[in-house]
């Protein structure tokens, strides 16, 4: 059986405390954080970063908050350094992004090597559009685009996918990148505490179980004091379904290793890979 991902991994998810009005001590905390993560967990090799973790969650807020993405922007310098610091592949949680082409507003995340390279970007697909009565009324789409992707990245360990939040709710995502051989789905998120309760573990658990790989889910830290309020629970979920680490709902940092004979195994057991009608899918992609 081809191996997916080559090697044993341990992934550290930082579970930042919600993003103050104050972008550069947003960046300042999540490099602490980081940094605390290499110190407690010296192998670790691929850190996660929640959704908008240098900026507030707010519709009104992500154009003031956006960066054109370069090498002199400011989160890229900070990101690129921390992953070329800790030679850790480093998947940025998600910033604002402007296309300066465009003039078009972007949920974007970022991914960077272990040389401190941005290797790929995900702009969020699924734009969080909702209105749930007595509970959540959200407009991404406001102010924000949809990107035009699909995302899966190539590492020295295997690929990744890469979706955000809401994006999540569409297996059509995590589903692309499984065929593509991707070990796991990563999703910088931000649920809330009308439908983190509702649907973070089942979907996060769904995509693992449909696909048979590790699902991981970074979310911010609640804060009861801010506008939003994020739901926390950081997990990873292995190919089986099994949650096997998650955040409570503060600020803190949570490990996982990655195994390859935990995928194998399943999909041995289950072989559910190797039993796709594709012969008898072609309407849903239409
Ligand atoms: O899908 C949900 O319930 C939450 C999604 C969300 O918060 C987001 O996309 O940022």
């Not at 602490?32 to 009104?60: G, H, I, M, R, W």
């Not at 350094?81 to 480093?90: G, Q, S």
């Amino acid at each position: 059986m081809s191996q997916i991902l080559k090697q044993k991994i341990k992934v550290a998810l930082i579970q930042l405390a919600g993003s103050s009005a104050d972008k550069l001590a947003n960046l300042d905390r999540a490099k602490t954080f980081v940094e605390k993560a290499l110190l407690e967990q010296p192998d670790t090799k691929l850190v996660v970063l929640p959704e908008c973790f240098n900026s507030p969650y707010a519709v009104d807020k992500f154009r003031e908050y956006s960066e054109i993405l370069s090498s002199e922007s400011t989160s890229v310098k900070v990101l690129s350094e921390l992953a070329r610091r800790f030679k850790i592949y480093l998947v940025g949680g998600s910033i604002p992004e402007l296309d300066p082409q465009t003039d078009k507003i972007y949920n974007t995340a970022l991914v960077f090597d272990e040389a401190g390279k941005l290797i790929d970007t995900h702009r969020k697909a699924h734009l969080f559009d909702v209105a749930i009565p007595n509970g959540i009324t959200f407009q991404e789409s406001a102010t924000l685009s949809g990107g035009e992707k699909s995302t899966t990245v190539d590492t020295k360990y295997g690929k990744i996918g890469v979706g955000i939040c809401y994006d999540m709710r569409f297996p059509e995502l995590a589903m692309i990148s499984a065929r593509k051989d991707a070990f796991a789905m990563i999703y910088p998120s931000a649920f809330n505490t009308v439908t983190g309760p509702m649907h973070w573990h089942l979907l996060a658990r769904s995509r693992a179980i449909d696909n048979q790989l590790y699902v991981i889910l970074c979310s911010p830290a609640r804060n009861m004091e801010s506008a939003y309020k994020a739901y926390g629970h950081s997990l990873v979920v292995n190919p089986r379904g099994d949650i096997i680490a998650e955040a409570g709902e503060g600020e803190e940092i949570i490990y996982a290793e990655l195994d390859p004979e935990d995928i194998a195994a399943f999909r041995e057991a289950v072989p559910v890979t190797k039993q796709r009608r594709f012969d008898i899918y072609s309407d849903i992609s239409k």
